[in-house]
């Protein structure tokens, strides 16, 4: 009895450790995923594990009580659920490796090359629980293109600490097996499904289910044998709706890298005035990324104290991003970020700002010439897909202000991120790193008031970070005799 009360004490207090391992850097943003994920799954799933284990049954009341006062704050499964196709969108985007990602390193692998893409400076590899976890979200959703390598770890791990179970664990290897098996035969591999479901079965030889499935397995290969050696190709599922993914998941790769823009003599820095009285005793720094599109990034345009004060007054009003969809504007899984919107009257460091965008633009900024400050928080994963900031559609909600279009998108990243999180455009065929304090400004319309196609852009997911940013969208009325029309279709 006493070897049996001190084991469960031990499992407990080990529990208790790993739990602590994670909160140590507590009073700083995690921008690692895999932490993030871990962290995600412990809160979610596998405290809840542990309150109801059978080594949890003594002093469970004390136990039970201190869970229910926190449990309406803690993670929901959809954030779990959601953690997970952010690992799962940066496997594909960056080209990373599931084994690479179970022990924690960021690597690319194509044929025999591997790249490290960040190396952190602290190694959180994952769990079979973790992995198994990953893998089931995309087997629910049958997306075995993914559920396969993430469950095929998740078997790996599980194999190497059979016999280890842990209070925390939802899973099993019979678990893993069980799930891998059916995702190959969904797949189109009968073999691999059979050998895994005879794993099994040596596991949990009273398991009827799955010797079924042996028997109907077995019958497959005997009735096409050719299937027995017949290599399945995996297909990444279609995304229809983004025609451009190629292009746009190969700029993210480059992590903002352009070293060959250096060489073109048209490309340019200089200190910016625009012939303004604000800014003649400071002038802002003024880099020419591309001409067409015409983008410019301007370095240091707000401070670290500004920065940081437009990200407070911001995050108690975080909600889901949404996107103009028809007459709508709706959450979509293309734009996966959290979104605020500010008036200028919240605090005097917004009227600061719109005033030195007014200076630095030349165009009128103040409402309904212009929308409120809309601040962006990037998180796992965080990203949104190639897209327009101005209006496609006669429709589009985005006409309600009765100010036009948007003529102009003036961003603004508050923040610096680790990895990824750049700004790519597509036809333009070039990214813009994450440069902290810095703005981006591009004009969405030529002067006939037509929409410019090469400023279709979009925002690479963070890789590692936690990316801020702010948008000051301009409109069309208000800016007739500062950016005069032209009915020249190339201006």
Known sequence: YLRGEEARLRDLTRFYHKVLSLHEDSATP?????????????LQSDWKNVVHSLEASENIRALKDGYERVEQDLPAFEDLEGAARAL???????????????????????GSAVTDLY???????????????????????????????????????????????????????????????????????VLCALNLSREFLLYSPDNKRVARNVLKYEKLLAESPNQAVAET?????????????????????????????YRIPSLYCSYETSSSPYLLLQPVRKEVIHLE????????????????TIRGLAEPWLQRSVVASGEKQLPVEYRISKSAWLKDTVDPVLVTLDHRIAALTGLDVQ?????????????????????????????????????????????????????????????????????????LFWWNLHRSGEGDGD?????????????????????????????????????
């Open 30 to 42: 995690v921008s690692n995923p895999l932490l993030a994920f871990t962290l995600i799954k412990r």
């Open 88 to 110: 799962m969108r940066l496997q594909d985007v960056y080209m990373l490796n599931v084994k690479g990602l179970a022990r924690g390193v960021f690597q690319r692998v194509t």
């Open 119 to 189: 190396s952190p400076r602290r190694l959180f590899s994952l769990t079979g629980d973790d992995c198994f976890q990953v893998g089931k979200v995309a087997y629910d959703m049958g997306d075995y293109y993914h559920a396969i390598p993430w469950l095929e770890e998740a078997v790996s791990l599980f194999r190497g600490s059979y016999g280890e179970w842990k209070t925390e664990d939802e899973a099993s290897l019979e678990d893993a097996l069980d799930h891998l098996a059916f995702a190959y035969f969904q797949a189109g591999n």
């Open 233 to 261: 190709v995996m297909q990444r599922p279609n995304v229809p709706h983004l025609q451009t993914r190629d292009t746009y998941e190969g700029l993210c790769q480059t992590l903002g890298s352009q070293p060959t823009h």
């Open 293 to 308: 599109p015409y983008v410019v990034l301007y370095h240091d345009f707000v401070s670290d104290a500004e920065a940081q």
């Open 367 to 439: 409402p309904p010439y212009a929308e409120y400050l809309q601040v962006v928080n990037y998180g796992i994963g965080g990203h949104y897909e190639p897209h327009f900031d101005h209006a496609t559609s006669p429709s589009s909600p985005l006409y309600r202000m009765n100010s036009g279009n948007r003529v102009a998108t003036f961003m603004i990243y508050l923040s610096s991120v680790e990895a990824g999180g750049a700004t790519a455009f597509i036809y333009g065929n070039f990214s813009v790193p994450v440069v902290k304090n810095a703005a």
């Open 455 to 491: 400023t279709l852009h979009a925002a690479c997911p963070v890789l590692v970070g936690d990316k801020w940013v702010a948008n000051k969208w301009i409109h069309e009325y208000g800016q007739e005799f500062r950016r005069p029309c032209s009915s020249r279709p190339e201006d």
